[in-house]
């Protein structure tokens, strides 16, 4: 090869430990590379040393990759370092488009033409639904989308339709799932195609039927190096397929960090990492720890944090760049107040000249992002969400306000066109065509034009009957605005219209999350006087969401999101037990879904640059109701060396015992605040609540000592008396209706409250 002819400069500027890495091509190896370590260049290094020293030529590689773009990087990179001679013939791509070139080279031992089609889940769930209608299992009850999903995570654990457990089937499509898998994969032969989940179960049926024996040793024949990224995201699929390949004596090397391992939910095995050295035991195992982008605060941080984790290889990063500042903890009042110190913190930054691209907030759920697109919109700040759309953006919530619109003017045609068969009733494109014809011919709304043929005998008495009922229901809410709070208002439309049961009936993964979206959006609605002023706010958030340079803007994004960048200045809010670590995650994996979650936070803290600032509250709106909550054991984790707690009051010189103190509870300079935290604080303050964390982590909100506990045992409500509200302060009950109170607070408003969000004084 001509490359050969070049030196090997591109060996310069490697640190020994990265060299090491690179040079070590005699035997197998696991590269275990920490955030921030440059593994992207000891991969690509690696892999242009192989070809310079002449160990292999380019068709002898096998270099897996997780994305396209990681490959076409990859490829252009190690060119340049051979002088920018091309390399052609290597196998370099992801696991899909190599197992797609192999396929295509032994379609027929599976049934299929090398000319085969790949359909996307369009297409599969299409396909799908064909199949389960004709099997007559109603597809409204067990949707074809989560079929798919199901089939494809029997497809991530390489479990064709004869390998799936009877049990696994469970009461999904009647129990009959594994019969619709089969047939699925019956009816893709007969197209000639197959999904993506396929090209993997493919090869490895081709791999392991000692019929094709040959094949396998071709392979064997002609890969003398393997490579593979991000080995901690492999699946079962792909780790059998990596083995498989390896049987023939292939060096082996597999590059990931398990620290970072953060997507069992989607099919990654952190397990597939661990047992490299058994799998491959005359192995070497390198440790890239030498950080080149966080600060050594930062770095401390981290690693004190997934030193708890059991489960892991173990590293310990480390900068030669100096400690930096530390990280700042602040204990806060509730999630407004949070939403308010970070918003006050960017506009620091701002003023000290920091560019708004390099300040991230790294959320755990995504219901989290509303109280911050909130403050930063109020501030004129701009901002990005990457992973998905701004909160009031999404469907589900798009959806919702529809609802409200048509409730409040039912002649917004727009809104009511959006909703008229969400959830599915039955309403189809000609039924719509005939109700806006009618409406033009008229010069009348959408909404009259339905209260007329309802009246008539245009529409079949079905159909007429589903837009009678409709017509009905939004009459009736309409009534209700006068009379009942719009927050719970709007959950009752949710819940009449049938669109709550729609998403819970969802058993796609996203499903869950949509609901935890309207609820979030229910509870924001409180802090609206009217209708009216809140559809008006949204309104106007809409509009000014395109406006400001949006290349200079704050980074809003969930943890999981945030794998893979880095930004000077990073906040990371919601660090309390049950949000984070996400309490789900426990009850369903126990102490795996505990180690991936601190895995999580490892990620997070390692995001950041220069400064990072941890955020938790003693009081969270989660989905509509109040829970009290105590600070994540990863708070707790952190190293006190590290750690500067502008949350303290004085008492212990910034130790992280005295958390709720009147600065804490978002700066309130009220007499009212005080009294809040007075009450609200008590159980959080002198390390109590550390002991609360590990004694009783999961203990009920009615628990002795608990603000529930404190409600149920309180007498009937009487005019007059004092009360505090979590976010109002104090005030006096004027009026009582049931659970309903209007309460005159000392600023002079009269609001009406639920009495479950007050305490009396």
């Not at 990072?612 to 707790?636: C, D, E, H, L, T």
């Amino acid at each position: 090869m001509q490359a050969q002819t070049q030196n090997n400069s591109f060996l310069d500027g490697l640190n020994p430990v990265q060299r090491e890495a690179v040079e070590e091509i005699s035997r197998s190896l696991l590269v275990l590379a920490g955030a921030g370590t440059g593994k992207t260049r000891v991969l690509t290094t690696r892999l242009a040393h192989i070809l310079h020293s002449g160990s292999a030529f380019p068709g002898e590689i096998l270099a897996v990759t997780f994305t396209n773009k990681a490959a076409q990087e990859m490829r252009e990179r190690v060119s340049a370092m051979l002088g920018g001679a091309p390399v052609d013939g290597w196998w370099l791509g992801t696991f899909h488009a190599l197992n797609a070139r192999m396929l295509r080279r032994h379609a027929d031992l599976v049934g299929l033409s090398s000319n085969f089609s790949i359909i996307d889940m369009d297409d599969q769930t299409r396909l799908l639904k064909q199949l389960m209608i004709d099997r007559q299992i109603d597809v409204k009850k067990w949707t074809p989308k989560v079929a798919g999903a199901i089939i494809g995570r029997w497809k991530d654990q390489a479990l064709g339709p004869a390998q799936v457990p009877p049990s696994e089937s469970g009461e999904f499509a009647d129990g009959r799932l594994i019969e619709i898998y089969r047939a699925y994969q019956q009816r893709l032969k007969e197209i000639n195609a197959c999904d993506f989940g396929d090209l993997i179960l493919h090869m490895i049926t081709i791999f392991k039927d000692a019929a094709n024996n040959d094949v396998l040793s071709e392979l064997h024949r002609q890969f003398r190096y393997i490579m593979v990224d991000e080995y901690q995201d492999t699946n079962i699929a792909q780790y059998l397929w990596l083995r498989l390949l390896a049987q023939g004596g292939a060096n082996v090397c597999c590059v990931g960090d398990d620290d970072q391992s953060i997507y069992g939910w989607r099919g990654a095995e952190v397990g597939n990492i661990l047992k490299f050295e058994k799998d491959f035991p005359d192995s070497a195992v390198v440790r890239l720890e030498q950080n080149y982008r966080s600060t050594g605060h930062i770095l401390a941080a981290a690693s004190a944090v997934i030193n708890n984790n059991e489960n892991r290889l173990g590293k310990t990063l480390w900068s030669d760049g100096g400690d930096g500042e530390k990280l700042i903890t602040r204990g806060l009042w509730d999630g407004d107040a949070e939403a308010r110190w970070i918003g006050e913190k960017i506009e620091d930054l701002q003023r000290q000249g920091q560019d708004l691209n390099q300040i991230a907030v790294l959320v755990r759920a995504g219901f989290q992002m509303r109280n911050f697109e909130e403050r930063l919109i109020a501030l004129g700040i701009n901002y990005r969400v990457i992973g998905g759309p701004r909160f009031y953006e999404r469907a589900e919530i798009r959806d919702a306000l529809a609802y409200l619109r048509v409730t409040t003017q039912p002649n917004d045609d727009l809104a009511l066109e959006r909703i008229i068969n969400v959830p599915k009733r039955g309403i189809g494109k000609a039924t719509v065509e005939m109700l806006y014809a009618h409406a033009r011919g008229a010069g009348i709304s959408l909404f009259q034009s339905i209260s007329d043929l309802c009246q008539s005998d245009e529409l079949r008495p079905k159909v007429r009957a589903t837009l009678q009922g409709l017509i009905d229901s939004f009459t009736l809410w309409r009534e209700q605005i006068a009379v009942m709070p719009h927050n719970e208002l709007c959950a009752l439309i949710l819940e009449e219209s049938g669109y709550n049961a729609m998403l819970k009936a969802d058993k796609a993964p996203e499903a869950e999350g949509r609901l935890e979206n309207l609820k979030e959006m229910v509870a924001g609605m409180e802090e609206y006087e009217t209708l009216e002023e809140f559809l008006e706010h949204v309104a106007l958030v809409l509009e000014n969401r395109a406006k400001g340079n949006a290349s200079d803007a704050v980074t809003l994004i969930t943890l999981h999101g945030a794998k893979g960048l880095e930004y000077d200045n990073v906040f990371l809010p919601g660090w309390e037990e049950g949000l984070f670590p996400s309490q789900r995650s426990m009850d369903e994996t126990g102490l795996k879904g505990l180690e991936e979650e601190r895995r999580l936070a490892y990620v997070g803290i390692t995001r950041a640059r220069k400064k990072a600032y941890i955020s938790y509250v003693a009081n969270r709106q989660m989905y509509g109701k109040w829970v009290n909550a105590i600070p994540s054991r990863f708070v707790s984790e952190l190293p006190d060396a590290s750690i500067v707690n502008e949350s303290d009051m004085g008492m212990g010189g910034g130790q992280r015992s005295s958390h709720w103190d009147s600065s804490g509870y978002g700066g309130r300079a009220s007499s009212a605040s005080t009294a809040a935290g007075a009450s609200y604080g008590s159980n959080y303050t002198s390390g109590n609540i550390y002991a609360r964390r590990r004694s009783a982590t999961n203990s009920s909100s009615t628990a002795p000592g608990t603000a529930a506990a404190r409600r149920a045992s309180l007498p009937s409500y009487q005019r007059g008396q004092r009360v505090v509200h979590r976010s109002f302060g104090e005030g006096e009950i004027i009026y009582i209706d049931g659970q309903k109170l209007d309460i005159l607070f000392d600023d002079g408003q009269t609001k009406r409250v639920m009495a479950s969000f007050i305490e009396v004084l």
